[in-house]
């Protein structure tokens, strides 16, 4: 479905990311707005959009997207609300949908996303919850906006500290993998550009293998792990210095300060 006219306030990363994947999309860049305070900022989306307008403050619109930092993202759901916006998604992390919607006028259908940085090449996931404001064809408009970079899901507000915790900050815990990996190669005598490399095309192989086979991730370790084989060895270390406990300890950290941010 298309979106329709719609204004970004914001122009940093993620918003641009949205705009760019709109675009992509067939979206005509004579239908977007950005609003953007940074003049810098605006010049350089001016040369990245050709056609999008470029503004410094909230005008007449018909639907929005908040992508500005949480302390904003009220201030803008009010300004958005009153400049005539049927629909408001905000993709601020931490302000609840019903703060959100009790910003806006009762005119305004209100959702809460939590998308990811994957979103700035087209690969994201995002999470989703509408106020009880939004009708069925407010979440579609919603879906269609964070679908057009990445794959949506929508779960009840009490669910999205948790889709932060997996999706909106998974990506830092396995670039830290990454990292570490890179690490463990140059000290078994690889060249830090070889192991760079080979880490960077293993997790991109490895994401696809799970995407497109369908298969569970269980089946495909063990598919990969010969009984008293090389990768039984390493799967046994990882065991015992408790991955999986450490893993379980990072998503519920994450939870808990998503949580407390929303509070």
Same mark, same amino acid.
């Given at each position: 479905?298309?979106?329709?006219?719609?204004?970004?306030?914001?122009?940093?990363?993620?918003?641009?990311?949205?705009?760019?994947?709109?675009?992509?999309?067939?979206?005509?860049?004579?239908?977007?707005?950005?609003?953007?305070?940074?003049?810098?900022?605006?010049?350089?989306?001016?040369?990245?959009?050709?056609?999008?307008?470029?503004?410094?403050?909230?005008?007449?619109?018909?639907?929005?997207?908040?992508?500005?930092?949480?302390? %904003?993202?009220?201030?803008?759901?009010?300004?958005?609300?009153?400049?005539?916006?049927?629909?408001?998604?905000?993709?601020?992390?931490?302000?609840?949908?019903?703060?959100?919607?009790?910003?806006?006028?009762?005119?305004?259908?209100?959702?809460?996303?939590?998308?990811?940085?994957?979103?700035?090449?087209?690969?994201?996931?995002?999470?989703?919850?509408?106020?009880?404001?939004?009708?069925?064809?407010?979440?579609?408009?919603?879906?269609?906006?964070?679908?057009?970079?990445?794959?949506?899901?929508?779960?009840?507000?009490?669910?999205?500290?948790?889709?932060?915790?997996?999706?909106?900050?998974?990506?830092?815990?396995?670039?830290?993998?990454?990292?570490?990996?890179?690490?463990?190669?140059?000290?078994? %005598?690889?060249?830090?550009?070889?192991?760079?490399?080979?880490?960077?095309?293993?997790?991109?192989?490895?994401?696809?293998?799970?995407?497109?086979?369908?298969?569970?991730?269980?089946?495909?370790?063990?598919?990969?792990?010969?009984?008293?084989?090389?990768?039984?060895?390493?799967?046994?270390?990882?065991?015992?210095?408790?991955?999986?406990?450490?893993?379980?300890?990072?998503?519920?950290?994450?939870?808990?300060?998503?949580?407390?941010?929303?509070?």
């Amino acid at each position: 479905m298309s979106v329709g006219a719609i204004t970004f306030v914001g122009g940093g990363n993620m918003g641009a990311a949205l705009v760019e994947g709109l675009i992509r999309a067939g979206e005509s860049p004579t239908g977007i707005t950005i609003v953007e305070t940074s003049a810098d900022r605006r010049k350089v989306l001016a040369e990245k959009f050709p056609g999008v307008t470029l503004s410094e403050s909230i005008g007449q619109c018909r639907a929005g997207v908040i992508a500005v930092k949480p302390g %904003g993202a009220a201030e803008v759901c009010r300004e958005l609300s009153a400049a005539g916006a049927e629909r408001v998604l905000s993709i601020a992390a931490g302000v609840s949908v019903e703060t959100l919607q009790a910003a806006a006028s009762g005119s305004t259908a209100v959702l809460r996303a939590m998308p990811n940085t994957p979103a700035l090449v087209g690969e994201g996931a995002a999470g989703i919850c509408a106020s009880s404001r939004c009708t069925s064809a407010d979440v579609a408009w919603a879906r269609a906006v964070l679908g057009a970079v990445g794959v949506v899901v929508e779960v009840p507000e009490s669910l999205i500290d948790a889709v932060t915790a997996i999706s909106g900050s998974g990506p830092a815990y396995l670039f830290l993998i990454a990292e570490a990996m890179i690490d463990a190669g140059v000290a078994n %005598g690889l060249p830090r550009d070889v192991a760079d490399l080979l880490v960077r095309q293993l997790l991109v192989g490895s994401a696809r293998l799970l995407q497109q086979t369908g298969e569970a991730p269980e089946d495909l370790r063990a598919k990969v792990t010969s009984p008293n084989g090389v990768t039984a060895a390493a799967i046994e270390a990882l065991e015992r210095a408790g991955v999986r406990s450490a893993i379980r300890q990072t998503v519920d950290a994450a939870v808990r300060r998503s949580r407390e941010m929303g509070n």
